[in-house]
């Protein structure tokens, strides 16, 4: 267990690395000027439905990017919502597949799809699921 959380507070490092520009409330009218990074901008780990919601829209803005997936995945798994988590690695993993995903993913991106996959993979197995 020491090495899910392990995983879950490295990806969270990793990918709050870029964080710090102020973000506005996203609306249905906001969401196409949404980046496809800001799903994790102004993490407040005492706001996390706050945080589900704003990538949420982010994930709607930008359906065809594996990158506010793997966000979001975060957020699930702050949320104690693995299985949900693990949905979302599924999703972006089959998008980058995808040979019409443009440009190619950022190597970065790669990496931290790949611990939340193995993060998965363990917790199927220790479940008895794989």
């Known amino acids: 267990m020491r090495l899910v959380s392990g995983l879950v507070l490295g990806g969270l490092l990793v990918?709050?690395?870029g964080c710090g520009r102020p973000s506005n409330p996203a609306s249905s009218t906001q969401e196409a000027e949404i980046g496809?990074?800001?799903c994790l901008e102004n993490l407040n780990l005492e706001r996390l439905n706050a945080a589900?919601?704003?990538?949420?829209?982010v994930v709607r803005a930008h359906s065809r990017n594996p990158a506010p997936l793997v966000d979001r995945s975060l957020i699930f798994n702050?949320?104690?919502?693995?299985?949900?988590?693990?949905?979302?690695?599924?999703?972006?993993?089959?998008?980058?597949?995808?040979?019409?995903?443009?440009?190619?993913p950022d190597p970065l991106l790669?990496?931290?799809?790949?611990v939340r996959q193995q993060s998965c993979k363990l917790r199927a197995t220790i479940a008895g699921n794989d």
């Open 78 to 104: 702050l949320m104690d919502r693995p299985d949900e988590a693990c949905n979302d690695v599924a999703k972006a993993a089959r998008l980058i597949k995808n040979v019409e995903f443009q440009p190619k």
């Open 15 to 17: 990918s709050c690395m």
């Open 52 to 57: 589900l919601d704003r990538c949420n829209a």
């Open 36 to 38: 496809a990074s800001e």
């Open 110 to 114: 790669l990496h931290e799809l790949s």
